[in-house]
C-alpha cells in the first residue's frame, strides 16, 4: 500500500484527475497533505473507509478485496476511531 500511496500523485494524472496535486508533488510540494485532500471528497478533515477506498481504485486495485481495504484503513487508523484524520494520513504517508 505504501507504494501505491507513492504513485498517487501520479495516478491522479493519468486518470485526468487533479494534474494540479500530481504537478505539485512532482514539484516538491507536500504530496501527504495533497493526497489527503484530494481524497477528502467531503471536506471533513478526516477520511472515511469509502473515501480511503479511492487510493485502490485509482491504483487498478479495485478488486482488492472489502477485508484486504478495511485491514488496510485500520493500519492507517491509529487510533482506532473509524476514519483516517489528516495527522495519522500524513504522519503515515510514504512510510
Do not use: C, H
Request: glycine content about 10%; hydrophobic content about 40%; aromatic content about 8%.
Amino acid at each position: 500500500m505504501t507504494k501505491t500511496l507513492l504513485t498517487f500523485a501520479a495516478a491522479l494524472v493519468l486518470l485526468g484527475g487533479l494534474p494540479l496535486i500530481a504537478q505539485e508533488a512532482a514539484q516538491g510540494g507536500d504530496s501527504a497533505n495533497q493526497a489527503f485532500t484530494a481524497l477528502d471528497a467531503n471536506k471533513d478533515g478526516k477520511l472515511s473507509q469509502a473515501e480511503f477506498n479511492r487510493i485502490f481504485e485509482m491504483e487498478g486495485k479495485s478488486d482488492a478485496s472489502a477485508q484486504e481495504k478495511q485491514q488496510e484503513f485500520k493500519a492507517w487508523d491509529s487510533d482506532g476511531d473509524g476514519s483516517v484524520s489528516k495527522a495519522e494520513f500524513t504522519a503515515k504517508y510514504g512510510k
